[in-house]
């Protein structure tokens, strides 16, 4: 029989006797038994929660269980919102010391059409690493230049860059001029500082200034294409355009005191809408200014030291609970690629620190969520949301505590990552073959 008869008898059979696959079967389970803190809507001490497909479709103390459904037994545990973290470089680095591994920071001071999202790596090893301690969505972040790029929300499960990002959770970056000298081994003179300065601070206007002049070229050309030139490609500042019309979020990445209040004098003057101070080591200097201006805050690293030497210790862990107490909406960052798992636990120290528990956790919930215009999806167990959420045996701030279930847009994750098989390995090794005693 040669190849055409083959394939043809192939084909036969295939008509006649066509495959059967079942149809995929959408996620479903119920989380029975459970004390559910929705963040949003207080704290239900025995519930359940009902996963249908992505989405959460039941919450409450007198929920039924759907037939059909998977139940998981949550007696003696709790269920969360999955943590946001709100400034990191997962997904984008991967090994500190091999260049060829990290795609966050590219050639240039003006690079704004960069999107961190292309970049992402699903899958990166540090992914389960993170999301094994309850931190299901991290902001994937460039760094370096005055606008370095654009940050993307990404959902902690995915195939594709494009399956992580969380709709809507994009973010321009910008990093505002430092002002000052640049530690300690800056040897420059005052004239040379101040000259810097105000270079830096006249670039930064310039660009904006080119780009809302763009903008409202490319606006005319589009209202009447027909008597208007096209404007001339500009990559760069076209990138730019959905922030100076505030139809995207825009990230000032600033810490000093002295550097805070000239962002928020820029700000102000540019009447630029969709703004969010990220860093503000030394926020809680001017909280009231911050407060005044009603601009939120994303704060972070909580774990790191003071900004200046003279500060006390804790600063840096007060600093979010300082800015709270003046009216800030506070979210928290790690600004880590390797240690984003560490999430909770610079909750937990800004929670020690003054800012409260309840406040806290709302700072790697539902206030980023509400930041980065993401809180119809995720950042709290409400019906309607996507089923980020995952379930402990205690506080999730607590270094103690287990993570037992976990889930990302509905799909159950495995609990498993590079540690864990370590662990394992370990724990159960076996020494292999011995020499014979002599």
Known sequence: MNMMNILLTALIALSLNPVQS??????????????????????????TVVIQ?????????????????????CTGLSVYPGMIDSGTRLGITEIGSDSRTQDFDEVGDLTPQAEALTAVNPN?????????????????????????GTAALINLHGYTPAQMLVPGGRA??????????????????????????????????DVWDEASLYSRIDSAYAANPDRNTTPEYNPEIR????????DMMLIVNVD?????????KWIKARSISRVVLSGVAEGWRVADDIAAAGI????????????RDSDRYDKAYANAGLLAAAGVKIAIKTEEAENVRNLPYHAGFAATYGLGADAALRAVTINPAEIFGVADQIGSISVGKKANLFVT???????????????????????????????????HRNPGLQKEAN
């Open 22 to 47: 079942a149809a995929p079967q959408p996620n479903f389970y119920a989380l029975t038994n459970a004390r559910i803190v929705t963040v949003t809507g207080g704290v239900i001490e025995r519930g």
């Open 53 to 73: 497909g992505d989405r959460i479709t039941a919450v409450g103390a007198n929920v039924s269980v759907p037939a059909g459904a998977t139940v998981i037994d």
């Open 124 to 148: 990166s090893v540090l992914i389960p690493v993170t999301r094994v301690n309850g931190v299901t969505t991290s902001l994937a972040e460039p760094q370096g230049g005055l606008f370095p």
């Open 172 to 205: 321009m970056v910008m990093n505002f001029p430092v002002s000052g000298r640049r530690g300690r081994f800056d040897r420059r003179s005052d004239e040379d500082i101040e000259k810097a300065e105000k270079e830096a601070i006249k670039k930064l206007n």
């Open 239 to 246: 990138a730019l355009i959905p922030v100076v019309r505030g």
């Open 256 to 264: 000093r005191a002295a550097d805070i209040k000239a962002a928020l």
């Open 296 to 307: 939120a805050c994303i704060v972070g690293p909580v774990l790191t030291t003071p900004a």
């Open 393 to 427: 045996d205690g506080d999730p701030f607590e270094t103690r505590t287990q993570v037992k279930h976990l889930f990302i847009e509905g799909y159950q994750v495995p609990l498993t990552s590079r540690q864990t098989e370590l662990y394992e390995e370990f724990l």
